[in-house]
């Protein structure tokens, strides 16, 4: 089964040159990506307001990825919307059976 969502990086520096106005403060030479306060802020007030509004998404983390997708189409509406600075991806449900700590929606058991 196909999921649409985003993903985000926070080992991977090249995830600035996505969100470039959340990287102004970070700096490359000291810090570490996942100590950006505002990439994580953004992340996590996106995430909540997704959440609130569906259940109908896999969200956790696979191997130090942040991820976030359904196969519900009003689901994808939402996270569309929530993150419009990102571009939507396609993954398959089966590669994502290995998050750690998700809020699932089960695809399986429908």
Not at 28 to 55: G, P, Q
Not at 65 to 85: N, P, R
Request: with cysteine; proline share 1%.
């Amino acid at each position: 089964m196909k999921l649409q969502g985003i993903t985000i990086d926070f080992y991977d520096k090249r995830t600035c040159g996505l969100l470039p106005d959340l990287c102004t403060q970070w700096d490359i030479r000291y810090d570490e990506l996942e100590d950006n306060e505002e990439l994580l802020k953004y992340w996590e007030e996106s995430l909540k307001k997704v959440l609130a509004k569906t259940d109908k998404v896999v969200s956790g983390n696979v191997e130090g990825k942040s991820i976030l997708y359904s196969a519900d189409e009003e689901a994808i509406k939402i996270i569309k919307e929530e993150f419009s600075e990102l571009e939507l991806q396609t993954i398959e449900y089966e590669d994502i059976i290995r998050c750690e700590h998700c809020i699932t929606h089960d695809y399986l058991e429908e």
